[in-house]
């Protein structure tokens, strides 16, 4: 299949394959971030702590969606490929 590929689809598979890899970081992301929260919890401070889980929270948000954001153009480009 992919011998009979043109310049647009070999571009096409470039990018899917880099945003697949992409896609594949967010997960190390989560588990450092979630070390992050949960070294927030050994302070004393119970605001700081509110602070940094909120912050944390974001955080966390914005690796989802992107994640979300990056698989959706690496399937799409996949999919028109092939």
Not at 22 to 35: Q, V
Request: glycine letters at 10%; one cysteine or more; hydrophobic letters at 50%.
């Amino acid at each position: 299949m992919y011998r009979f590929a043109d310049r647009n689809d070999l571009v096409l598979i470039v990018l899917g394959v880099t945003f697949s890899f992409a896609t594949g970081c967010g997960f190390p992301f989560f588990g450092y971030i979630w070390g992050k929260v949960t070294d927030s919890y050994a302070t004393t401070d119970k605001q700081s702590t509110v602070d940094e889980a909120a912050h944390y929270r974001d955080v966390f948000l914005l690796i989802g969606a992107g994640t979300l954001v990056l698989g959706w153009i690496s399937f799409t480009c996949w999919i028109v490929v092939g």
